[in-house]
């Protein structure tokens, strides 16, 4: 196909001479007819002829024009021309500009192989019949506005054509056939603002190098494929009744937005597929046919903005490599976004998908919004691949979302208010995992990586929850906080709790806690000093809210914890005051939980953390000071080592005080034998009253008589006491059947399941 006519084609072009001219005018006068071939036309030549035409009101009348092979040099004008036939221009050449207004043409109109190296304006004109406009070159501005097509609109050669369902329209023009322009090249801007295509308009391969407006136009069928835009296009109100096909075209930077309360695209379909877009795509409108997007390519950024797809959308292998955005779209009854790809993300805001959602095996990189989106029904994330960062925060899921073998390592996986009513399957690496104020009303599973840290705070949670691990390893995922959350029916299992925060949640006594789950451990140093701080602080469980509420007290110890305080993420809010009884209250909670399930050395751990946390939340002096005889003696009956330790050294003082003390300082008779059988004279020797046996024998029977006397409550042994050895015996019954009663509780509270 030619796009320019040849230099040939003009070189036998003559001007017109005053005897052809008036050979013209005659054969017009006579038949009503302009016919004109290899000739110059001027502007003054072709008012000559249309003078000689009827009037028909304020216009002439013809009823048929034919220009082959002509060169317009002068600005060309047919006002108010009414043309009966056809109107042919084949192998002509416009040099200035040329205007088509208030006309009416009533047959086809053939405009072939004709080059326009200035402007082409149509204003207010009717074409009743057929127009094809294919092979042209258009190296000007093109306009036709408010002009009304009634038949085929072409640019294209008839093998070009594509058969479709549906009539188009032009900008206030009416057209009740097929229009079709394919196939040919505009070099300047187009404008069809406002026009109506009742019929096909064909824009096949037509390609348009600047600006191109159809705002306003209303289509019926309408053939855009492999077409290229190389300006800026607006469809701004612009109306599709019929089948659209963009398949293959090509946009530079386009705009579909649709007129207030107004289908864009009615009922028919409209078909994108393969097209591409290489500069900014602005899409609003009212789609009630279905809409294919399918392996697409938009290299810049894509707004789709109010815009309701009622027939369903695809999108399937697309590729987005900018980041486009959906704000406040609806997609019913479906969209398909499967094998997708995202490379710089992309916002759902205020999206609305309807029954039947798929990304599955979509790829999804960058900054992923679902902010205030709802999914109405089925979601397929199966294996979908989302990297970057993940904001699905105030989204509502009202069905099952599915994550089958879908990847998820995200830098951060936010769904903070989030409602999800039904069951929750969710495997996720993410580092970050929010689910803070979120409505988990189906319950579920959330499976955490080894790298991962959960935060479920003012989570409510309606059914059973499981949380655990991906994975086996090493490093051990963490949940950060389950304050003020409804955790009554959440397992945790084989995640670590020594960075979590408690406070406010409800139901902590039914919180079940498996596997490698464990609170955090009290201080720990080495060397002498870690001897020393093993001795001050006993290894136990320890929450984290004790942990800081301990670094902000002003004794010597808050030091040690404030040196092993965990760092809190900056995610996690830390404004909420800590409360000794509070933190008390929690470690109560959670010890019942263990004590239900049977676990009581873990449930003593907790009341060892419950009681030293009450000792610092007591106002009275006297009961801190018992609390704290009750922790030295045997760690609140759990540690048997410190009661069996004090007993011993308690027997070993009072062995030692009886020796000294405790016991008269006689030394016992002595008795000497004399004679032979059978006569034996044995006579008793009586010693020195202050004489004193040896310590060593002294100390013997002092360790003999606080055995015997710690032994026998209410029964003394029969030694003689000193007034202080009758004051220690007392001490001795009372301490020594207390501490051991204490080193047995705190034996059987260790032992026992």
Known sequence: MNTESPDGAFTTALPLSDADLLAAVSSARAH????????????????????????????????EIAFERVLFIDDIEFLDLHVLGRLTLEGCRFEADALIADCSIGGSVLIRETEFASNLTII??????????????????????????????????PGDQVEMSTPLGNRRAREAADRTWASSEFHGGVDLSDSQVAGLLGMRRVRFREAASFTGCRFGTSDWVDAIFDGRTKFHGASFDGDAAFIGARFTESEFRAPSSASFFDRSPLSFNGSSFNAELHFSAVCSGHVDFKGCRFRADAAFTDTQFTSGAQFNR??????????????????????????????????????????????????TSFKWAKFGGSVSFERAILTGELDASLSTWDEQPSFKEAIIECTRFDARQATFSKYLDVSITSPEVDFSKARLEGGGQIRLGARSQLSLEDCVISAPLFLGSTESGARTPKVLSLRRAHVGQVTVEGLALDQCLFSGASNLDKLVV???????????????????????????????????????????????????????????????????DKVSDIYRSLRKGREDAKNQPGAGDLYYGEMETRRIASPSRAERTILWFYWAAAGYGLRASRAFTLLGVFMILSAIGYAGFGLESTTPPSYKIDGTLPHLIISRIDHDPGARPGFTSQLAAGARFSVENSASLFRPPDDKLTPSGEVLSITNRVVAPLLLGLGLISLRGRVKR
């Open 32 to 63: 009503r007819r302009i016919h004109l071939s290899n000739v110059q036309v001027r502007y003054s030549d072709l008012a000559r002829l249309l003078e000689v035409m009827p009037h028909f009101q304020r216009g002439s009348v013809v009823r």
């Open 124 to 157: 207010d004109t009717t074409f009743r019949a057929d127009v094809n406009l294919t092979g042209n070159a258009f190296r000007a501005d093109f306009a036709a506005t408010q002009s009304k097509f009634q038949g085929d609109l072409l640019f294209s050669r």
């Open 318 to 367: 697309s590729v987005f490599q900018s980041h486009p955005g959906f704000h406040m779209v609806s997609f019913e009854p479906g969209v398909d976004f499967a094998n997708v790809e995202f490379q710089k993300g992309v916002t759902f805001s205020q999206v609305t998908f309807g029954q039947n959602t798929r990304f599955a095996g979509a790829v999804l990189s960058g900054e």
């Open 514 to 580: 498996g596997g490698a789950a464990r609170l955090a451990d009290p201080p720990r140093r080495h060397g002498i000093r870690g001897i020393l701080s093993r001795m001050r602080f006993t290894g136990r469980e320890v929450l984290l809210e004790e942990a800081m509420l301990r670094s902000r007290l002003d004794d010597r110890r808050s030091q040690a914890w404030r040196h092993t305080l965990p760092p809190i993420p900056g995610w996690i809010d830390q404004s909420a005051a800590l409360d000794a």
